[in-house]
């Protein structure tokens, strides 16, 4: 089983709508959970982390955790073409803190 | 100002060959990573430096052989290179007290063996 799960996608949705991507983790004593997007061509880049069970919202993503179930969402409402990107979610695994990533799920926004 | 910068940006080699990747950040952090990102996006840890000491060493080969001169550079020099050592290969830092999972990425540095 990898450490960090992700679809690889790609995953497509119009121009407006909500883009649910999903990410399943293995180390049970994981505390901390990392979005970065990847742009064609360029370097990761944090967009957002969360550390508790629930929701945490910055302007148009959110991040949920459910560490029971040992899951982690992102959401991004209202999806703009911008948005198509490779989304990376990352785990710091409980022994020795290093950070571990999915594979990334593609995510193409259409106009 | 380029907070985390690598050097080169891309590099085309032959098989056997030895080659170097520089990286530098200005950001005043102390703690200094490479990252091995494959053709299928994968990002895989493969060194950390914290403060010049290395504190996370994957299981990578001996070819492989980071070097820290001081806690703002960290260079990567890859001996006998193969064609599966082809692949993007990012410089990463982040700052003392900070979680390890909040990092800053150079752009990158592709190398194609061929």
């Known amino acids: 089983q990898k450490e960090v799960e992700q679809n690889s996608g790609p995953l497509s949705v119009p121009e407006g709508a909500i883009a649910s991507l999903n990410c399943t983790y293995s180390d049970r004593g994981s505390q901390s959970f990392f979005w970065y997007r990847q742009y064609s061509g360029k370097s990761p880049e944090l967009i957002m982390f969360?550390?508790?069970?629930g929701d945490k919202e910055d302007g148009r993503f959110t991040a949920q955790l459910n560490k029971a179930s040992q899951y982690v969402s992102l959401l991004i409402r209202d999806s703009q073409p911008s948005d198509s990107a490779t989304y990376l979610c990352a785990v710091t695994l409980n022994q020795g803190g290093k950070l571990i990533f999915g594979q990334g799920t593609e995510l193409s926004v259409k106009p | 100002d380029t907070a985390v910068s690598q050097t080169p940006k891309y590099l085309v080699t032959q098989m056997g060959n030895d080659k170097s990747i520089k990286c530098e950040q200005n950001?005043?952090?102390?703690?200094m990573y490479w990252y091995k990102q494959d053709s299928k996006k994968f990002l895989k840890i493969m060194f950390s430096?914290?403060?010049?000491?290395?504190?996370i060493n994957e299981t990578v080969p001996n070819r492989f052989s980071p070097k820290s001169p001081d806690k703002a550079h960290l260079n990567l020099h890859i001996n006998s290179l193969e064609l599966g050592d082809s692949a993007v290969y990012f410089c990463a830092s982040t700052p003392r007290g900070a979680n390890t999972g909040e990092l800053f990425f150079g752009e990158g540095s592709r190398l194609t063996v061929l």
């Open positions: 969360i550390y508790s069970n």
């Open positions: 430096y914290n403060n010049k000491e290395l504190i």
């Open positions: 950001l005043g952090h102390d703690t």
